[in-house]
Every structure is written in C-alpha cells, then in structure tokens.
C-alpha cells in the first residue's frame, strides 16, 4: 500500500507540481485581490455612499452603455473594493455559426457618480484571480486543466497522506543544511502542519467549478440544466424575453427592501436579467461576508413592477455544504487577521509544492553522476516555475507603476510584463548552470520584489498615507526578504555530493520516509 | 508496487493510466449520477450530494488504479463500473 | 483581534514539542506532563476560538490560526530550540486577558 502510494505521490506532484505552483502562488495572492486592485490605482479617491445610491448609479450607467444586453451582473461596493463591479452579457448572436463574443471585462464604476473610475487602466487583483483557475489559456482549456492539476492535488494529498506514517512524530522536525533530509523535512513540515488547509482548499477547489467539471448529476435530474442554477441562485440565464420593452424600476428600492428582509445584511451582487424587456428580473443575492456560506439568500423581483416573484429557499444540507466550500475556498468570510492567516497557510502550500518538486530532483541526483534529460527538464521547469513566476508577479506590479497612466492599451501591457518577465528569465537562465541559474533568479525575484516599493514611492510620490499602500509596499519588502533569503541559502549551502554524512543520534538515521524507498 | 515494477512496461502503465484518469472520471461520474437519480431526497439536494462527492469517487478510482498490481482488474472494475452505473443512469432517465 | 487563539496554540505546540524530547533533555514523567499541558493549552486554544468565533465559523478559524502558529514554531524551533519553547508562559499569560477583550 505505502509503495505505491508513494509512487504514485511522486508522479502526481511532479507532472501537475510546476502548474500548481502557479496556481498556489496566484490564488494566495488573491486573497488580496480587492486590496491589490485599489493599490493598482492609486489615484482613485473612493466616496462612500449607501448601497441603493450605489445601486441607482450603476444601472444608470449600465441602462446608458448597455441597455440591450442579455444579463448584467453588478457587484455592489463593499468596505474592501470601494467600488462598484459590473458585468455585461450580450444577447447571443441569432446566428448559431457566429463565432462567441469574447466575454467582456470588468467594469470599475465610482459608486457616488457611477462613471467609470477615472484611473490609469489596469487588470488589478482580477487578474491573478483569473490566472489562479483559468490559467491565461482560451476558455475553457485554461479551467479543465486547472481541474484536472486540482485533481492531481487532491490525489497527492490522499496518497501522501497514506505514504508519510510518522505523520505526528516528524511533526517538528525541520533540519537544516542536511541535504535530501532538509528538503524532505521542509516537504512534511509545510505540507503536515498545514495539512486541514492544504485538504480544504484543493477539494473546494474544485467544488467551485463543479457545474463545469461533473455536470452529470444535474442532467439525471433536471429536464433543463438550467433549473439546477435557477434553484440555486436565482440565475435568470434561461428566462425568455417577452419581446416588449420595458423599463426597469429604481434600484434602489430593490436593494432595500431585500436588505430589509435580510435583517439589515447587505446585498452583495444584482443580476438584472432582460434589462430592456417588459419581463426583465431583478435578483438580489445576500453578502456571505459575515457567515462561511458564501452562496447568500436571495430574491427575485419583476424589474418593471417591483413585484416580489421567489425567495431561495432555505438550503438543505447538501446545498449548504456546497455553499461553505465555496466560501471555505473564497475566504470572504475571513476578516483582516484570518485573511492573513490565510495568506500565509497559502505560502505554505507554495512551499510545499516547491519542496515538493525539489525533492524529486534532489532524491535522484548520484554524486559525479551526468545528469539525464528528464532530471534537467525537471530541473529548469522548476527554476522556471518557482523562481522565474515571483519576478513575473512583480514585473506586472512594477508595470503598473511605470507604464505611463494614459497610456493606450496599458492594461494589456502590464499583462505582457508579467508573462515576458516570467518566460523571459525562464528562458535566460537556461544559459547557466543549475546552481547559479537558481540563485541568480532567485535573487532577481527578489530584487523586482524589492522595487515595486520604491517604484510606489517615486511614482505616486510622497510617502504613503493610506494604510493599505503601507501595508502593500511591507509586504512586497518581505517577500523581497523571502526570496532574498532563498536566493543566499542556496549559494552557502555546499555541493550536495561533497558533503559527508555526518553522524546523528540513533533516533533520526532510520529510514523514516517511504519516499526514499520509491 | 515499485517504480521497476511499472516504468518497466510502457504498453501496460499507459493504459493504466488512461484507465485512471478518463476511466476513473467515467466511473466517478457515473456513480454521482447514480446516486443524484436514485437519493430519496429532494432533487436540488441529491445533485448536490452528487456534485460534492463525485470527486472523492475520482480520487478513489484514480489511486486505486496505482495500487491493484493487476491491470486487467482495474480496468475490469473501473470500465465496469463506468459502464454499468453510466448506463443505469441513462436507463433510468431524468428524474420525474 | 483573535490573536489569543494563535498565542494558545503556540504555547501548546510548544509544549507538546518539549514534550517530545527530542530539543530538551528533561526526564520522562517531566516529559509528560510537558504532553499533557500542551494538549490542554491546545484545548484551551480552540475554547478560545469558539469563544470568539462562534460555533459556526470556530473550526476553520481555530485550524488556521492553529496552523500557522505551528509552522511559525517550527520555524523558529529549527534555528533556535531553547528560545522557541521558553515563551510559553508569556504567551500564555498575555493571551488569558486577550480571550476576554
């Protein structure tokens, strides 16, 4: 049993370990993804105002831009993004052989004017977002394959699980500059003391995009697969139009009256279906910040009369421990201290992964021996993936500083950065040998880490006021630190096939891996 | 079973592992849906159930097919398993 | 703030680790009793949590607070044992009054 599962173990890890690195790092990341958005534009000086002025000013942007659209989708400001969401769907072309419209990106209004937001044009936080599950890849490749690395994960995890048998008496057990051991040791240690984490996050993962991923069982049951969505969340993707037109009532009585009927709690999204029709819908869903269940009550109204039409029922067990894994896995439940801890529970699981993928390589290597291919394949994409991604991350950060704010097509550009800076330097540090091509990427992630402060500081000018730009610009410094500190360990620690075994207490020389066994 | 034991035969960790990953997703897919149509409860909740648990099934499946040293038996299983709970789900039907 | 439960835990982490032998040489019923106390500041971390949290949202946040209290001690148990257990007692102390803020 423990062998093959360690076997196995070894092979899930590497084949999906350089794409799960990426996804780890980005979704971590995207813990913040309100608070990196508002440090990606700087200029924007929010103004609170109450949710149905929010409300009001939204739809009539929307009602001005785009009034003959099939859906809309409004996420109302909250105290972390300051500002008000919008997505727009157009109606499907009539004509089947149409290639699809490409979905349209977020709109950023203010909530007090319902303009778009006067600042330099940037992806934000959505980007990394995006990139966590969607792995910049044509829809819906970049989702699949992100399923199926989440799948990978999970199996990794059951079968490391299974493998590791002292699981509580290595569980402080971190050894440094002991070779295959440390590495080893840094793999348990991340992956075991975080292990509730780790578990979580892959199987809600992957609940998260389950109507994609196992969409059988709706079919057993629904006549329409759309029903299933309708019951949920009062999806109104499948109601018809009448034809007529029609215009909305004011929204802001809308987001009252639900508020109201929700004991006072906020509305976190509108979905107005048929905006421009007789028979438009308007369905108001609850914010799932103050509870884990991140798929709020919500109701339905006729967007003409104001009539109340449905209320999602009170879910059973089965759609309320769907909706606190989506929760579990979004986070939004977690105020400022938990989100932090979350953040760095998700560092662990970037370390895990890295560990993880070191170890394979470091487990293979024979002293003087010539490295075969496969071993410097894996080699370079692990350089490429956990050293290189950093200074991608960073890159986009800094373009965002750097790049002129009026700049046409600026948003693409920071993308562009990312991905040459990453590729780039991956490409690069093919030139060198292993070792230093570690260290020296390491060090540049570090250092681009380190400039994004001070690009903060020399472009917006002033030192910052706000504590979210202060907060931003230490954390960029620490993970400059972080990797910093990878980047020298790495060059002082010694040749690994020089270095003697020492002798050590009884107790710690047994075999205690199946891993080694593999 | 070692790595030996399987790297040795390429023909055979192939299709071990084409059993594995679309086999077991075929499998886990068709007992979800099995257990969706066939809970007694109500049909928001049995999809639901499905929904969640498919993926335990797939993890199942997939390691299994690692652990069983002989091939045939895992295919046996996983494709019979796929086929028989896939085809009473479709005989079956949609729930009325 | 929430910090207490993260305090707590890391004092139970801690213990636990003395309790385990391997970074102190201490006798084994003091070993012991190390095991237990650490069990029970453990305990004592996830009260505090649900004191705190409440019962639905206690559990996530207790294992994540938990979580990162550990790696944060094995990091520092790996560079400096003696110093990494020795804040125990502080911890502990300064976590009581947190608990009823």
């Not at chain 2, 639901?48 to 997939?62: K, Q, R, T, V």
């Amino acid at each position: 049993m423990r062998q093959s599962m360690a076997w196995i173990h070894g092979w899930l890890g590497l084949l999906a370990g350089w794409i799960l690195f990426a996804m780890f790092l980005t979704g971590t990341a995207s813990y913040f993804r309100p608070e990196i958005t508002r440090w990606m534009q700087p200029e924007y000086r929010p103004h609170a105002v109450p949710q149905a002025e929010a409300a009001r000013t939204a739809i009539a942007w929307l009602q001005k831009n785009a009034p003959h659209d099939e859906q809309w989708t409004i996420y109302l400001p909250t105290d972390r993004t300051l500002s008000t969401r919008a997505f727009t769907r157009a109606r499907p072309n009539p004509d089947p052989k149409a290639p699809r419209a490409p979905r349209r990106p977020e709109v950023r209004l203010d909530p007090a004017t319902g303009a778009p937001i006067e600042a330099r044009d940037t992806r934000g936080g959505e980007f990394f977002y995006r990139f966590h599950f969607q792995l910049q890849l044509p829809h819906p490749w970049g989702r699949w394959l992100a399923g199926l690395c989440a799948m990978f994960m999970l199996g990794a995890i059951l079968s490391g699980v299974i493998t590791h048998k002292r699981i509580f008496a290595d569980f402080f057990t971190l050894r440094w500059s002991k070779g295959q051991r440390s590495w080893l040791d840094a793999h348990n240690v991340s992956a075991v003391l975080a292990l509730p984490y780790h578990a979580m996050i892959t199987y809600t993962g992957l609940i998260t995009l389950v109507v994609m991923y196992m969409p059988w069982p709706i079919l057993a049951n629904y006549p329409k697969p759309t029903a299933f969505a309708e019951s949920l969340y009062g999806d109104t993707a499948g109601q018809k139009a009448s034809g007529q037109p029609g215009r909305l009532a004011d929204m802001g009585r809308f987001v009252e009256a639900a508020s109201a009927e929700w004991q006072g709690a906020r509305v976190s999204r509108i979905i107005v279906g048929n905006p421009d029709d007789a028979s438009s819908t308007v369905t108001l869903l609850r914010t799932g910040e103050d509870r884990l269940n991140a798929r709020g009550a919500s109701i339905t109204y006729a967007g003409v009369s104001g009539a109340r039409l449905a209320a999602s029922p009170a879910p059973g067990p089965a759609v309320e421990t769907a909706g606190v894994m989506l929760g579990l896995h979004l986070g939004w439940f977690a105020g400022p201290l938990l989100r932090w801890v979350c953040f760095l529970l998700g560092l662990t699981g970037c370390a895990m992964v890295a560990t993880g993928l070191v170890l394979w390589t470091v487990k293979r290597q024979r002293p003087g021996a010539q490295p075969f291919f496969g071993m410097s394949l894996v080699e370079r994409l692990n350089i490429g993936a956990v050293a290189c991604l950093p200074a991608g991350m960073a890159a986009f950060l800094l373009a965002n500083r750097l790049l002129p704010p009026t700049l046409a097509g600026r948003a693409d550009l920071e993308v562009s950065a990312m991905f040459w800076t990453w590729f780039g330097l991956a490409a690069l540090s093919l030139l060198r040998p292993v070792r230093r091509a570690w260290i020296e990427t390491l060090a540049i992630s570090a250092l681009l880490f380190a400039a994004v402060p001070i690009a903060d500081l020399a472009v917006v000018g002033g030192f910052p006021t706000d504590g979210l730009f202060v907060a931003f610009d230490t954390t960029m410094l620490l993970l400059a630190a972080t990797l910093g500190f990878a980047a020298w360990r790495t060059a002082a620690k010694p040749a690994r096939a020089a270095q003697p075994r020492r002798r050590v207490p009884v107790e710690v020389v047994e075999v205690r891996e199946v891993v080694d066994v593999a | 079973m070692a790595s030996a034991q399987l790297g040795g035969q390429g023909w055979s960790m192939a299709g071990r592992s084409l059993t594995a990953l679309i086999g077991g997703y075929a499998a886990a897919a068709g007992l979800a849906t099995l257990l969706a149509r066939l809970l007694p409860v109500e049909r928001v909740e049995a999809t639901a159930w499905g929904m969640i648990l498919s993926f335990l099934f797939y993890a199942a499946f997939g390691l299994w097919a690692f652990h069983e040293p002989r091939l045939t038996r895992v295919a046996a299983v996983i494709w019979g398993t796929a086929v028989i709970a896939g085809g009473a789900a479709l005989l079956l039907g949609v729930r009325p | 703030m929430s910090l207490e439960v993260a305090l707590l835990g890391y004092a139970g982490f801690a213990k636990l680790a003395q309790g385990k032998g391997r970074h102190s040489r201490t006798a084994r019923p003091d070993r012991t009793r190390a095991r237990i106390l650490g069990w029970l500041l453990i305990l004592g971390s996830f009260l505090a949590a649900l004191h705190r949290f409440g019962p639905y949202l206690a559990v996530p946040a207790w294992l994540a607070l938990l979580s990162v209290s550990g790696v944060i001690l094995v990091l520092i148990l790996s560079r400096w044992p003696k110093a990494a257990t020795a804040p125990w007692i502080p911890m502990t102390v300064i976590a009581l009054p947190l608990c009823l803020l």
